[in-house]
Each structure stands twice: as structure tokens, then as C-alpha cells.
């Protein structure tokens, strides 16, 4: 079994950054890709960032190309959203997100998940 624990969400000024971290527990991580996916009032759940906890994959979303850098700390088993120069519709809850399937966009792909954060950017 894995836990996805989110954090590091709020409320933040266009333009701001804000920095979300994901810290996993339970079984071990080597050859899971890890990804950060967002889903606002009345969308469906969209990708946004993930790369692979061994190895140097690192893929996005070309709405936060730019933008966002996703990262791990292995030694903390943390992963990292850095989002900067933020922008009013990038207001969603953010979920952090545990799978198999390399390079994969798709949220059913994804076999674990956190309970989300907030973040809301202001005009």
C-alpha cells in the first residue's frame, strides 16, 4: 500500500509562486512515476507534471511549461511542485499521484492517490 500526503497549498496573488510537496509512504518507490494532476470547479482531472522516483524522465503539461519544475528528494521521499508566475486559471486542488505507466497523462493510470490541496490564485 502507498500514502500520498499533499501540502503547501493556499491562496496567492497572480503572479506569486507557491511550492506543493507530496510525501509518500509504504512500500518502496523505485519504479513508480510520480505525478501531480489538478482539477477545478466543474472540469475533469487534468495532468500537470511527473517524473519517474529513479531515473531523469521529467515531463509536463504545456500549460505550466515554464512555469512549474517538479522535483523529488529521495532521501525524504518527497516530491516537489515548484509553481511560479502563477495565474488566476491555475486555480484547482492539486493531487499528487503514484503509478506504473511511464510518460502517461492519464488519470486512471495512476493507481494511488493523495487527497488533494488548494491552491487559488488571485487577480
Known amino acids: 500500500q502507498v500514502q500520498l500526503v499533499e501540502s503547501g497549498g493556499g491562496l496567492v496573488q497572480a503572479g506569486g509562486s507557491l511550492r506543493l510537496s507530496c510525501a509518500a509512504s509504504g512500500r518502496t518507490f523505485s519504479s513508480y512515476v510520480m505525478a501531480w494532476f489538478r482539477q477545478a470547479p466543474g472540469k475533469e482531472r487534468e495532468f500537470v507534471a511527473a517524473?519517474?522516483?529513479?531515473?531523469?524522465?521529467?515531463y509536463y503539461a504545456d500549460s505550466v511549461k515554464g512555469r512549474f519544475t517538479i522535483s523529488r528528494d529521495n532521501d525524504k521521499r518527497t516530491v516537489h511542485l515548484q509553481m511560479n508566475s502563477l495565474k488566476p486559471e491555475d486555480t484547482a486542488v492539486y493531487y499528487c499521484?503514484?503509478?506504473?505507466?511511464?510518460?502517461?497523462?492519464?488519470?486512471?493510470?495512476?493507481?494511488?492517490w493523495g487527497q488533494g490541496t488548494q491552491v487559488t490564485v488571485s487577480s
Open positions: 499521484a503514484a503509478g506504473m505507466r511511464e510518460n502517461s497523462r492519464y488519470a486512471p493510470d495512476y493507481d494511488y
Open positions: 517524473l519517474r522516483w529513479s531515473g531523469f524522465n521529467i
